[in-house]
C-alpha cells in the first residue's frame, strides 16, 4: 500500500497517458473503417499503399 501512495502521481499520470494512446488508436481504428486515410489524400498516387497501381522505385 505504501508503494502505491508513493507513486500516486505517476500513477495518475500513467493512466492519463493511457487513455489519450487508447483514444487515438480507436480514432485511426474508426477512421480505417470508414475508408478514410491517415493522410487525407487518396492513395493511387502512394508507392506505400497496397492498393496503388504503381511501381515502387
Known amino acids: ?3 502505491i501512495v508513493a ?3 505517476t500513477i495518475a499520470v500513467s493512466m492519463v ?3 489519450i494512446v ?3 488508436l480507436l480514432s485511426f481504428k474508426r477512421d ?3 475508408g478514410r486515410s491517415s493522410c ?3 492513395c493511387g498516387h502512394c ?3 497496397a492498393g ?3 511501381k515502387s522505385r
Request: glycine share 24%; net charge negative; hydrophobic share 30%.
Open 7 to 9: 507513486n500516486m502521481g
Open 1 to 3: 500500500m505504501e508503494w
Open 22 to 24: 487508447g483514444g487515438i
Open 40 to 42: 487525407g489524400c487518396g
Open 32 to 34: 480505417r473503417e470508414k
Open 17 to 19: 497517458l493511457l487513455l
Open 47 to 49: 508507392s506505400g499503399c
Open 52 to 54: 496503388s497501381d504503381t
